[in-house]
């Protein structure tokens, strides 16, 4: 049983490195590789810290020698890749814990990382300690979105469970209540906000529609997030009457 769950999360592992690399180059710059941190979060959810890890590393040597990617493909992904599945594991299941440690971990770490890397060895001028951590922040911002929505429908239809009990990896039951998932409703519109913030930054478009779309975007969920938690208080306390009405009756 043993050799057939290391056999099938092996599987599991060489699939997810084969997909980082083909969907890599989607809205990819130097600096800036969301699709990376997608796989990252989903491999640190479903197998563990260490299995991210090695996937991160090897996604980037693949990276690095087939695509002509430079250094940063490894600095860009490690940190990230482990912490992600270090916080899921210490916060006992949080996938919100697994994006802060993908962001935490590439976006601040792996970018200050990635600054003598590609001065000193790749050659690159011009750099300095921050340059690489609003496109890395971005990035992660981007991919953990992804990440987060997609393991969130795993969660909700029972299936993530599943594929991490089948994988032998700890399963963890959900702890996200009705405040909980209002608030990350509300994060997403802090994510747009700070991506949107970014990419002008980056591309220096300085046009005034892009400060009314960040605040609309911010605000449009924040507003979502209190309709939810309002509708589902609202329809809780009505099953809550209709329960002590039907029990009532039966006394």
């Known amino acids: 049983m043993k050799n057939k769950n290391k056999l099938l999360r092996l599987m599991v592992m060489s699939v997810l490195i084969a997909l980082g690399v083909v969907i890599s180059p989607l809205l990819r ?14 491999c640190s959810v479903l197998l563990g810290p260490l299995e991210s890890l090695i996937c991160a590393i090897l996604i980037g ?23 992600s599945g270090l916080l899921y594991r210490l916060s006992k299941g949080r996938i919100l814990f697994a994006i802060v440690g993908e962001i935490i971990g590439t976006g601040v770490i792996g970018a200050i990382a990635s ?55 700890p399963v963890y039951k959900d702890k996200g209540g009705i405040i909980s998932n209002s608030l990350t409703i509300m994060s997403f519109g802090v994510i747009c906000f700070i991506v949107i913030k970014t990419l002008t930054g980056i591309f220096g478009m ?29 329809k809780g306390d009505k099953n809550a009457d209709s329960e002590n009405k039907y029990a009532e009756r039966k006394t």
């Open 115 to 169: 600054y003598p890397v590609m001065t000193f060895l790749w050659g690159k001028e011009g750099l300095s300690w921050l340059f690489y951590i609003p496109s890395f922040i971005c990035g992660t911002l981007i991919g953990g979105s992804i990440a987060f929505v997609f393991l969130k429908k795993l969660n909700n239809s029972g299936l993530l469970i599943r594929f991490q009990s089948t994988l032998a990896s």
């Open 61 to 83: 040597i693949i990276r690095m020698m087939f695509m002509g990617i430079p250094p940063i493909a490894l600095t860009g992904a490690i940190f990230g890749a482990f912490l």
């Open 206 to 234: 300085t046009d005034e529609i892009w400060n009314y779309i960040s605040f609309s975007l911010l605000g449009g969920f924040i507003i979502a997030g209190l309709i939810y938690l309002i509708f589902k208080k609202l």
């Open 29 to 42: 710059f130097e600096g800036m590789c969301p699709m990376a941190h997608l796989i990252n979060i989903v």
